[in-house]
């Protein structure tokens, strides 16, 4: 899979299948939309090619301030798509003039220009330029005109993809991640720099990895204890599967002032300061809790342990 983020540097594209969307999360509800737009593809010996864009639109267009909570970073975006056999991706600065074009200069200069599609597939829904003016319509007009196929996504898959989202979003902000990773159709996972912590952890005989998250708008799943699986994201090691527990909270019976997330790797004492850690949720163990003192929050991270490994081992 090629990706492109130059949008004057874009090759000349083979039958050009086309779609546009954000695809946060590449989950089963996206899946078969990219199903379609594979096998469209290779029907014809033509290229798959999905645009999408960065930043989420939502954060120029958007109607409120709200934070948006991205379920893949970019880069992890791509990955998932090529798993899923595209061709080409190709990222699109989503500017505040990008959004002012009307909807006409949004096909005439933006889709025909640089992407001379043979077959677009889009949503009934679809809207685009400014003030969101063009629509399912407009491109119906543009495809008799200029003789590109048009087809449309079915208003259930649309609505599935848009429920799975949500559904995924909340799942992984109340815990129950079992449930977020069916609808994923993978483990949701993130990545973060090893940082210093305090070292209290390893005067109680669990020293932890504390992460700094680097993608502020990655969504960051509920405050609790998780049994998890995380690998160094270096060429070294980044194949080798660690089993571990990871806490996510504000450490109450410590301090209780600023959100930390900390990962215990069993069976492991590398010094990994500076390393880039990829943590996969495999599922949600308990709610954070404030302890009475050190000694009782040493016995339930034995317990913490045990039901980590417990789980760990039925999967791995």
Do not use: W
């Amino acid at each position: 899979m090629q990706v492109h983020k130059d949008i004057q540097a874009l090759p000349v594209f083979k039958n050009a299948v086309v779609t546009i969307g954000t695809f946060d999360g590449v989950h089963r509800g996206h899946s078969q939309i990219i199903n379609q737009l594979v096998e469209e593809a290779k029907k014809i010996d033509g290229e798959s090619v999905i645009i999408t864009f960065h930043p989420h639109p939502r954060k120029i267009v958007g109607q409120d301030n709200s934070p948006v909570l991205l379920l893949n970073t970019p880069e992890e975006k791509n990955e998932l798509l090529v798993i899923q056999g595209i061709d080409h991706v190709v990222v699109v600065p989503f500017t505040s003039e990008f959004a002012d074009q009307s909807a006409a200069d949004y096909v005439e200069n933006f889709l025909i220009k640089y992407f001379r599609p043979h077959t677009l597939i889009i949503g009934y829904d679809h809207r685009f330029g400014k003030g969101r003016t063009g629509d399912f319509q407009l491109l119906e007009e543009y495809s008799l005109k200029l003789g590109f196929k048009l087809i449309e996504i079915p208003q259930h898959l649309l609505h599935e993809s848009a429920i799975s989202s949500t559904r995924i979003r909340h799942n992984l902000l109340s815990g129950n991640i079992t449930a977020a990773n069916e609808l994923l159709g993978y483990r949701y996972f993130f990545s973060g720099k090893v940082d210093e912590g305090n070292k209290l952890g390893r005067t109680i005989g669990y020293p932890t990895a504390n992460l700094g998250i680097q993608d502020m708008e990655k969504l960051v799943p509920c405050y609790g204890v998780y049994a998890v699986i995380a690998r160094l994201m270096d060429s070294a090691s980044d194949q080798q599967p660690l089993k571990g527990m990871m806490n996510i909270g504000v450490r109450p019976t410590i301090d209780g002032t600023k959100r930390v997330i900390e990962v215990h790797l069993f069976d492991f004492n590398k010094n990994i300061y500076g390393a880039i850690v990829r943590v996969t949720l495999i599922d949600y163990l308990r709610a954070e809790q404030k302890f009475n003192g050190i000694d009782s929050l040493k016995q339930q991270l034995d317990t913490d342990a045990s039901d980590a490994l417990k789980v760990l081992h039925s999967v791995y």
